[in-house]
């Protein structure tokens, strides 16, 4: 049964088209942006589905995941931006510093701190503050329907 699914033309289409490394670097690229908007879905989801959440309050928690979540991204995509443009001027410090390989630890800090802010600083933080946009959304909408 393994044979006969490794050797479907799809299954070799989808081999040969992941197998360079093209795929990968724009994998890694695009995995904080593929990252935040799971985890922002994680959040719509549950709180839509949580009935020991009164259904008023759901609306404003659904807009306080969507702005974190949209936060997060922008501020990731901005980061990274940054980080590609100055790669080079960090890498020259890094090599001032006896570090071994530094194209590969910019390369693995521009992976981890999109990630971190994402998952950590935006998640959290953002949520708080964006508490009381979502509640102004929230009686915006009411006030339309």
Not at 30 to 35: Q, T
Not at 56 to 71: E, N, T, V
Not at 118 to 125: A, D, E, N, Q
Not at 126 to 145: G, M, R
Request: net charge positive; proline share 3%.
């Amino acid at each position: 049964m393994i044979s006969k699914i490794g050797t479907n033309k799809y299954v070799q289409r989808f081999i040969n088209k992941t197998s360079n490394e093209k795929f990968y670097n724009k994998l890694d690229h695009n995995l904080p942006l593929i990252e935040s908007l799971a985890t922002t879905f994680c959040y719509v989801g549950v709180t839509q589905l949580d009935r020991r959440i009164d259904k008023d309050r759901k609306p404003a928690m659904i807009w306080q995941s969507l702005i974190g979540g949209l936060a997060g991204i922008l501020a990731s995509h901005k980061l990274d931006n940054f980080a590609k443009k100055h790669s080079e001027k960090l890498c020259i410090e890094l090599e001032k510093l006896n570090l071994e390989k530094p194209r590969n630890t910019i390369k693995g800090v521009r992976v981890l701190i999109p990630v971190l802010i994402t998952t950590v600083v935006m998640r959290y933080g953002v949520s708080v503050l964006s508490v009381p946009l979502a509640t102004l959304i929230t009686k915006f909408k009411k006030k339309d329907a």
